[in-house]
């Protein structure tokens, strides 16, 4: 049973897993020269430089959010153009992908929805679906252009009466990750509940039996095997996010 | 008998976008190391030694809140520059013909340093450094914002090759620097003239 992980569950999660506790941005920074220069000790991870990052990411959030348009597409490209071999990518080794039991597999809804029924995959395969070549950006700088087809979140959300005016949908998954998003961004027309990459059912490595596709934020706003939604105002967080990464990692 | 004109000086905007810029040039060159590392476009990694963040997250923050104040001080400087006529009176390109006359006098370490005008070499130089600014900045962002800034990374050709012409400006500006703080130590006074306003020194 898929679980909503908010953030009271998260503080549970970081005692259970000591890894799961946010990072220090300041970082460990041997330069003396700049030591010096800003008077501070760069490695204490609760300075003030260590709380003003973490200000200017919220800041960073808001900027990104004035500067997204509901309209604009990210750039699409033709089948010549896929990468390939197309490179998988996880918080862990392709060792530990999850094998998710697709008959018993349900995506649970919650939150401010008005039909939180859960739907299995035949009845998601059933509705209508969009195709997308796009570039996949990861937060590390590289990149890959792959093809996904699924059904369009906003479309998806719109079906099951969540509350569009709602600020956040919040992804849980099956491989413990989980990560949020915008309202604005969940409803771009290329935001999509994949079903498929490169023209075939998603296999494990690329999160069977359903991911989100959103290509106008980073690889890491991109989670896989989602088992439940969550429609809500107190944002969900994220896997990374938590730890140090910009939330709103918009492109 | 009327004193003296008082010698030309860095005006106080040059001197705060200079100072300003620098910090954040010097975070984001820095941070941008962390972020190389992970995932090298070269065969090769910056020793973690000598860049900032700690990790990937943390170098982002850096670099991201960096970002800021390069363009905050980038923008004043820009606006100062042409609307107060400095760029044309101070940094005017020279001709190829003096500017390689001077740069021959430059490297055997005989150009004058004349209080208050720039010789070709360094007008040259600053003009050069600032233009490369600009598209680090314009690149920058074109990597950032691949989306809302598309025409901006088509531009550029698309966010593989704006993200290697970010890289290369990174390149150029370190060696900029380079060369910048070797002339400095050579003429200190120019230090003192960056920090007090006073151009060619007390």
Partial sequence: ?251 | MTPLAPPPRHHIVVRLSHWVGAVAMICLILSGWQIYNASPLLPFRIPGAITLGGWLGGAIAWHLTAMWLLMASGAMYLAYGFASGHFRRDLALPSVGEFTGEMAAALRLNLPHDAGRYNAVQRVFYAGVVAIAVLAVLTGLAIWKPVQFGPLTALFGDYDTARKLHFTMMVLIVGFLLIHLVLVAIVPRTLLGMITGKRGGV
Avoid at chain 1, 35 to 64: E, H, K, P, Y
Avoid at chain 1, 110 to 131: N, R, T, V
Wanted: net charge positive; hydrophobic share 40%; with cysteine.
């Fill in chain 1, 1 to 251: 049973m898929a679980r909503i992980l908010l953030p009271e569950h998260r503080r549970a999660l970081g005692k259970l897993q000591p890894g799961l506790t946010r990072r220090g941005l300041a970082g460990g920074l041997s330069l003396g020269a700049l030591t010096l220069l800003t008077g501070c000790d760069l490695s204490d991870d609760d300075s003030v430089i260590d709380r003003a990052l973490w200000a200017m990411l919220r800041f960073n959030d808001r900027v990104q959010a004035a500067m997204f348009s509901p309209t604009r597409l990210a750039r699409t490209y033709t089948r010549a153009d896929i990468t390939k071999p197309f490179r998988f990518n996880a918080f862990y080794p392709i060792e530990r992908v999850p094998q998710i039991d697709l008959a018993g597999w349900r995506l649970e809804l919650a939150g401010l929805i008005d039909q939180k029924k859960p739907w299995a995959l035949p009845d998601i395969m059933a509705l209508p679906q969009e195709s997308q070549i796009t570039r996949h950006i990861c937060v590390e700088g590289w990149s890959q252009i792959g093809e996904w087809r699924g059904v369009p979140l906003g479309n998806f959300l719109r079906r099951v009466g969540a509350d569009l005016t709602a600020r956040y949908v919040g992804f849980t998954c099956g491989d413990e990750y989980y990560s949020s998003i915008d309202m604005a961004s969940a409803l771009h027309p290329q935001t999509i509940l994949a079903l498929e990459f490169e023209q075939t059912a998603l296999s494990p490595i690329w999160g069977a039996p359903l991911r989100l596709r959103i290509p106008t934020k980073l690889g890491f706003k991109n989670p896989k095997f989602i088992t439940a939604i969550t429609v809500t105002n107190e944002n969900p967080g994220g896997y990374w996010e938590d730890l140090g990464y910009n939330w709103f990692s918009g492109s």
